[in-house]
């Protein structure tokens, strides 16, 4: 049975494990590392939403909330890093996640949600679409430092 909640500084290693999919040519993190970002991450506008299943997290995706000086002042939700286990995938797992993410951003008052997905992802286009998302009302830029 999956169990949907946040992330919890025990479960960083499940974490870490299933975004080697996400990222599979990325240097894996040490346990110490992870942790000491974790402490960061506490302080932050940031939550986890994961999907676990037998203490295994099986789907994930984080949530910024960015204070905002438009709009009335309203945040902006900037979600990243959204990621389902392929032996996961096409159960509604990733779904769940993502709605729990933008039923935050509400709670937070956000104005709007945005999110990035890889421009190579496109199987992911339509996934995002069926949830609400708009891929043609923004462009994204990004410069990798």
Known sequence: MV????LAEHEL?????????LNPHDNALDA?????????????????FVAKENGKIVA?????????????????????????????RGKGIGRKIM??????AREQNCYKVLLQSGS?????????????FDGESKRAFEMRL
């Open 32 to 48: 110490c590392t992870a942790k000491d970002i974790w402490k960061n991450i506490e302080g932050q506008s940031i939550k986890y």
């Open 3 to 6: 169990e949907y909640g946040v």
């Open 120 to 132: 190579k992802r496109t199987d992911a286009y339509g996934f995002y679409e069926s949830i609400g």
């Open 99 to 104: 709605e729990n993410a933008i039923q935050y």
């Open 60 to 88: 994930s995706c984080y949530i910024c909330i960015i204070p905002n000086l438009t709009r009335g002042g309203k945040p902006i939700g900037f979600i990243e890093n959204v990621i389902t286990d392929a032996e996961y």
């Open 13 to 21: 290693p499940s974490l870490l494990e299933l975004y080697k999919q």
